[in-house]
């Protein structure tokens, strides 16, 4: 079964830091890649995704993260923290094309980034 | 910008009472999904539905749960006698096409708390 683990249940930073949200996943095959931000009182929006084009993948607001096989990881940065980007972060897998799945996301954790001035 | 919607947003019930929870996915979407995250928790997958019928559930969702798309709008999630530990936020999804990659688009949840 896949499992995701997000290193670090808060995570803070200086607006203008550099933010780092980590990922790292388990699954024999590697597998789409999801990250999900969740604002107070909103759903979960999609950030970025990687489904086995290029390994570095730019989202929404600035964000970008790289896939690494290697290391089974996929963790998020944006160069320059936005009081803004204040937020719950979501890393999420889905199983690739041809396994058992209908497309179900697995979800680490969440990682609450508190950014403050 | 087309978005998916629930009802209620939050919705307090006594336990063994039947709720039911309310989502309008994206019109032409064909995928949908029920996910819950009990507080403090991760995010959990309840079940998949596609072409009317269930694709896949979680072990989660046994027989006190059902999903019905009973108007081609709604997607709704019953859950027939509510025990405390249904108390969580249930996210609603929903897909465009086939592609497992493609993007899952979620509602704001609704926040059920069991009594």
């Known amino acids: 079964a896949q499992s995701v683990t997000q290193l670090g249940s808060h995570v803070s930073v200086s607006e203008g830091a550099l933010v780092l949200l980590r990922c790292n996943y388990s699954s024999s095959v590697p597998p789409y890649l999801f990250w999900y931000v969740q604002y107070p009182n909103q759903g979960l929006q999609l950030l970025l995704k990687y489904t086995s084009a290029a390994t570095l993948v730019k989202g929404i607001n600035g964000f970008e993260a790289e896939f690494k096989k290697s290391e089974t990881s996929f963790h998020l940065t944006k160069p320059s923290a936005h009081m803004s980007d204040a937020a719950e972060y979501f890393c999420a897998v889905s199983e690739r094309a041809g396994g058992t799945s209908y497309g179900k996301l697995t979800f680490g954790q969440g990682t609450i980034l508190t950014v403050h001035p | 910008e087309p978005e998916v919607t629930q009802t209620p947003s939050h919705q307090v019930t006594q336990m063994g009472q039947e709720v039911i929870l309310r989502c309008v996915p994206i019109s032409n979407h064909l995928y949908f999904y029920w996910y819950r995250q009990i507080l403090g928790q991760k995010v959990e997958f309840l079940v998949s539905?596609?072409?009317?019928?269930?694709?896949?559930k979680s072990e989660i969702f046994d027989d006190q749960f059902s999903v019905e798309r009973p108007d081609g709008s709604n997607f709704t999630l019953k859950i027939r006698s509510t025990k405390l530990e249904d108390s969580a936020m249930y996210f609603c999804a929903s897909r465009l096409n086939g592609q497992v990659s493609g993007t899952q688009y979620f509602g704001p949840g609704t926040r059920l708390l069991v009594l």
């Open positions: 539905f596609y072409n009317n019928e269930i694709s896949e």
